[in-house]
């Protein structure tokens, strides 16, 4: 059975690192901004996610997510702009419409809090190979069933999204529209959507087939193919991390006396 993953190995340092580090980067760079209360804080942490995602030259498998998030804090601009219930200093206006300035901090706070956990978890995700992330967490004391389900979640985008261009090409080989115009474009969604749910299912009943013949439910202890070397610059990750968490609490708790 052929497994799917966003990860992609470039051999980088960041690719070294152990998963909890990354889920550590990922609590810090999360709570960084909440800590410190200033958006300021987003764009270091954005700043810093982008240029992780650089140094493991994984930014351009980022940009689709980038390019998501921007449409949707282009909609949340536009409702908070305009429909923040604390509105009352006007920003600018564009034709009829009026900005308000509390409505776009407002949004800029959204927008900045949405962007920095999508490249967050970017960084995690297209850094991480999910077997090694199961077989860690197996070795920590997490059930197996708990890592499936991990493993499941990191697999189901590639795997659809397979899916998705394996049918596309059949329907076309059929004789079906599917580039064009957006209204032919919409025409060749609706027809893909059932056989993509479908072969979702058909997949799903395999892996289970496969897992119940590989004795995924037995008791007895694993033993595993490799095992993982200890990498130097997990400690000094962890400590440079550790420290910018405390040096942000302190600040914070310096300008509130």
């Known amino acids: 059975m052929s497994s799917f993953s966003l990860y992609v190995d470039k051999g980088t340092w960041l690719h070294k690192l152990h998963p909890y580090t990354k889920l550590l980067y990922i609590l810090v760079a999360i709570v960084i901004p909440i800590i410190g209360g200033n958006l300021y804080f987003f764009l270091i942490t954005i700043g810093i996610s982008l240029g992780l995602l650089i140094c493991g030259r994984t930014l351009r498998r980022a940009l689709p997510l980038v390019a998501f998030s921007f449409t949707l804090i282009a909609v949340i601009f536009l409702v908070q702009g305009l429909f923040y219930h604390a509105n009352e200093t006007v920003l600018f206006q564009l034709w009829k419409l009026t900005f308000y300035k509390e409505g776009v901090l407002y949004a800029t706070r ?9 490249l967050s978890f970017a960084v995690f995700v297209l850094c991480t190979s999910p077997q090694e992330l199961v077989e860690e967490l197996e070795k920590s004391g997490f059930s197996p069933k708990f890592g499936y389900i991990i493993n499941s979640v990191f697999q189901i985008i590639p795997q659809m999204m397979k899916s998705k261009n394996t049918i596309m090409d059949a329907q076309r080989s059929r004789g079906m529209e599917t580039e064009g115009s ?9 027809p893909m959507i059932s056989p993509v749910v479908m072969s979702s299912l058909v997949n799903t009943r395999e892996r289970a087939i496969a897992l119940e013949v590989r004795g995924f439910g037995r008791k007895n202890p694993k033993s595993y193919l490799s095992e993982r070397t200890k990498y130097v610059g997990d400690r000094i990750a962890v400590l440079v991390l550790i420290m910018i968490l405390a040096a942000v609490i302190a600040w914070r708790v310096v300008t509130c006396l």
């Open 182 to 190: 957006v209204m032919v474009r919409v025409k060749a969604f609706f």
């Open 110 to 118: 959204i927008g900045g809090n949405i962007l920095n956990m999508l």
